[in-house]
């Protein structure tokens, strides 16, 4: 099983402990510079970038730019690697991080065409790689590293681990968490698309054994059944912390695709009505809106003191 | 995408699985000159992007033009879950034996292509009985797993071939054309054993349309959609009257939930993508001002790094321009909200501090 904390933290007897190097493919673009530069500030050791053709150049004067990811591996013996080219492109970037030996990539780009993600993931499985996303906004420990894109603002390092396909619904309902006075012990953004590199289930198993994990909070939306497989697997093993879910898109009409290309309901498959009640058979409360969050999960905690 | 039936059914007959001879209209008159091609008996069948068509009268028997001439504008007139007819289908009458079920489907929480097919077809997926369940990666499926099937379903002599060959054409045709789900139900056994399709439900991965430009002509937009999708938005029209904008998907959708929760009936979803900007909210709003229901706009912004005056001064702009004179209301979590709250004083938006704060005054406050 993958150790999601020791990939982005590393072991204590490492030298770069909770320092571990992060690589940018596609960092001189805009997109791909901006959020280099926010990770850069917010703590995460970004050591190389990549764009083929800037090589030799550096990125904020700091930075330095290869052509491909073997030699940004190379030289800077990175596990992490955190994409931002356009969908069209995302399969070579990732097959390139993956034969280069990254262990973690993050996959921000939205409209990967499904197969795409389905070819990198079978390649990340043949490498014993782990993919989060892809249309995610990544993986952060709050106040120590940030792979992604989300916005500073709304975190703050505790012991609540939150699991969500949306971006911004990340945001508003960690910084609901915040005010409410529960931290966050790791986010973790599944992505809105059909097929995600890590899914629900699998970011529950990364998360389920922290040993400080006072609770865990799932965000979920219409489309597929990951949720459900997720409540299944909740109950068949036992877990017993303090769980909380909130569910997006109940009032969206079926068989149209909400924004995210995984947000849509076919006939009963992927529907509001069938996570809740899944939810519920896991004795696992769904809020009826974001504020509603922490004040469920104080609920659930009170209980179980 | 999703396609149309005849639309399937073109990529079938392009892939070689046995079909009726059939032919798609638009108007009683295309429909006349095809009766006379197809001759009678044949099916008049709606083709509208959703299932139950059978049950609300959608699919009628002819015998002769009489029939014809009353039942084709009956059936052009059905509305099938909100849904209007987009073209006819005539189709030769079938003489079945048996029928069947088969799809390939995107299976999303294992991650692979699925093989699902039953020897008792021609009812809804839901119901369908004695599934036969088989992962097949990327969609390959090999002679020997299609006979598999074929055998687990008690197929035998002449139409174990006959499934054998429609299976592997439906796996090179969802390959070729990255569908999600290319589902026949029913797949017919007809009474000389041949296996023909009788039905098709096509659907492809939209992201993957870059790839296909010989589907673009089944692709299906109103105008403002075609819009949206052009300044990187994601709009979805619905029937109601107070607009919903906001940045991320879960984000509107979750609006419209809580919209939904308190009477209030959302005229779209429009998701303006991950960041907000005066462009990106002006261009949203001229895309609302072209939907004519909407009597009142509920915008929810959530922005880590969005500075607020920078969306109020989108709305200053709309005012200005007369592009709207609709109140909006509007929830911005941001940067700098005292001074967008003083910058929008006296003009038709009012910002909000809570989402539900300023769906409770959508609601109550919309045009009348």
């Known amino acids: 099983m993958t150790d999601i904390f020791e990939l982005l933290k590393g072991k204590p007897e490492d030298s770069d402990y909770k320092k571990k190097g992060v690589i940018v493919q596609g960092i001189t673009g805009a997109y791909g510079s901006l959020h280099a ?32 990811m073997q030699e940004a591996v190379d030289a800077t013996k990175a596990k992490i690697s955190i994409i931002f080219v356009p969908a069209k492109f995302f399969l070579a970037a990732a097959k390139e991080a993956l034969e280069a030996g990254i262990k973690l990539l993050v996959a921000i780009p939205e409209h990967v065409p499904i197969r795409d993600t389905m070819e990198a993931l079978n390649l990340a499985n043949q490498k014993g790689a782990v993919i989060i996303g892809p ?64 899914r629900l289930i699998d970011a529950f198993e990364m998360v389920k054994d922290i040993p400080s994990l006072e ?72 809020a009826k809106r974001p504020a509603e969050v922490p004040v469920l999960l104080a609920g659930k905690i009170e209980k179980s003191d | 995408m999703q396609l149309l039936e005849f639309q399937a059914k073109e990529l079938f007959r392009e892939y070689g699985i046995n079909l009726l001879d059939s032919i798609s209209s638009k108007n009683i008159e295309e429909g006349r000159k095809h009766a006379k091609q197809l001759g ?51 189709e030769k ?11 390939l489907f995107l299976n999303r929480s294992k991650r692979s292509y699925t093989i699902i097919a039953s020897a008792e077809g021609g009812v809804e997926i839901e119901s369908v009985k004695n599934q036969i369940i088989k ?40 390959i070729e054309k990255e569908a999600e789900l290319a589902e026949i139900n029913p797949l017919a056994i007809m009474q000389d054993d041949t296996i023909m399709a009788l039905d098709g439900k096509f659907v492809t991965d939209d992201n993957s349309n870059f790839r296909h430009p010989e589907l673009q002509k089944y692709q299906e937009k109103t105008e403002i959609e075609e819009q949206a999708e052009k300044s990187g938005f994601s709009l979805v029209e619905l029937d109601g009257d107070i607009a919903v904008v906001g940045n991320g998907a879960g984000l509107v959708m979750s609006t419209l939930d809580m919209l939904s929760d308190n009477g209030g009936k959302p005229a779209c979803f429009l998701d303006v993508g991950g960041g907000a900007t005066t462009e990106s909210v002006y261009e949203a709003l001229t895309l609302i001002s072209r939907i004519n229901r909407v009597k009142g706009i509920l915008v929810n912004l959530y922005g880590g790094i969005v500075k607020t005056t920078v969306v109020a001064e989108a709305f200053l702009k709309a005012y200005e321009n007369n592009l709207i004179d609709l109140p909006v209301f509007a929830r911005l979590k941001g940067t700098e909200s005292e001074k967008a709250k003083k910058m929008l004083e006296g003009s038709r938006t009012k910002i909000y501090s809570s989402v539900e704060e300023a769906i409770n005054a959508a609601v109550m406050g919309k045009k009348k």
């Open chain 1, 135 to 198: 249309n995610t906004p990544g993986i952060m420990i709050p106040e120590l590293i940030k792979v992604g894109i989300m916005p500073a603002m709304p975190f703050k390092a505790g012991n609540i681990a939150v699991l969500s396909k949306s971006g911004t619904l990340l945001y508003e309902i960690s910084d609901a968490l915040t005010n409410s006075g529960f931290g966050q012990s790791i986010t973790i953004g599944i992505g809105g698309d059909p097929i995600n590199g890590t």
């Open chain 2, 135 to 174: 992962e097949v990666g990327l969609g390959e499926v090999s002679d020997e797993l299609a006979r598999e099937v074929a055998n687990e379903m008690g197929l035998q002599g002449k139409t174990v071939d006959g499934f054998i060959d429609t299976l592997k054409k439906l796996s090179k045709l969802t």
């Open chain 1, 37 to 68: 530069h926010n990770m850069i500030t917010y703590g995460t050791n970004v050591v190389a970038g990549v764009t083929p053709g800037k090589g030799g150049q550096k990125f904020e004067e700091s930075v330095p730019i290869y052509n491909t």
């Open chain 2, 40 to 90: 009678y008996p044949f099916v008049i069948k709606i083709q509208v992007p959703v299932g139950g068509r059978g049950k609300a009268g959608g699919i009628q028997k002819c015998q002769n033009d009489d029939e014809f001439e009353l039942k084709y504008p009956q059936v052009m007139d059905l509305t099938i879950k909100g849904e209007k007819a987009r073209a006819i289908l005539l």
């Open chain 1, 215 to 286: 609770g865990l909070v799932i965000v979920g939306e219409i489309g597929g059944d990951s949720e459900e497989m997720l409540a299944q697997k909740i109950i068949d093993s036992g877990f017993k912390k303090p769980t909380v879910a909130y569910i997006a898109g109940r009032a969206a009409p079926k068989e149209k695709r909400m924004g995210h290309a995984g947000a849509i309901v076919m006939g009963t498959y992927g529907s509001a009505e069938s996570k809740v009640s899944m939810f519920n058979k896991a004795n696992i409360p769904v």
């Open chain 2, 93 to 103: 009458m079938a003489d079945i034996k048996k029928e069947l079920y088969l799809s």
